[in-house]
């Protein structure tokens, strides 16, 4: 069964920076491809940033693009998202998610998996 653990959100004033983390159980963590995604209130969940299976390829949304990098540690089975510039706009619940595809490219990710969040709140 798989599980994700987020961990690391909080509250950070407009510039700020905040690393979340997430911890995934016992599967093959280093066959599948990771993903970040968010949901502010009142709006439906959107994807920030992928990384595959490798490490080698990352994909961001725009609007997080030159300001958040995503990572992923498969010895330890973590992934993190590294947020820097942070605006009031990025205030959200983020969650972790799993490709449900093994091995696959970045562009064809199905994620079907999710934590249970993590809030990041931006004050202006």
């Known amino acids: 069964q798989v599980q994700l653990v987020e961990s690391g959100g909080g509250l950070v004033q407009t510039g700020g920076s905040l690393r979340l983390s997430c911890a995934a159980s016992?599967?093959?963590?280093?066959?599948?491809?990771m993903g970040w995604f968010r949901q502010a209130p009142g709006k439906e969940r959107e994807f920030v940033a992928s990384i595959s299976w490798s490490g080698g390829t990352t994909s961001y949304s725009d609007s997080v693009k030159g300001r958040f990098t995503i990572s992923r540690d498969n010895a330890k089975k973590m992934v993190y998202l590294q947020m820097n510039r942070l605006l009031p706009e990025d205030t959200a619940v983020y969650y972790c998610?799993?490709?449900?595809?093994?091995?696959?490219?970045?562009?064809?990710?199905?994620?079907?998996?999710w934590g249970q969040g993590t809030q990041v709140t931006v004050s202006s």
């Open positions: 998610a799993k490709d449900t595809l093994r091995r696959a490219t970045i562009a064809t990710s199905a994620f079907g998996s």
């Open positions: 016992a599967w093959m963590f280093n066959e599948y491809n």
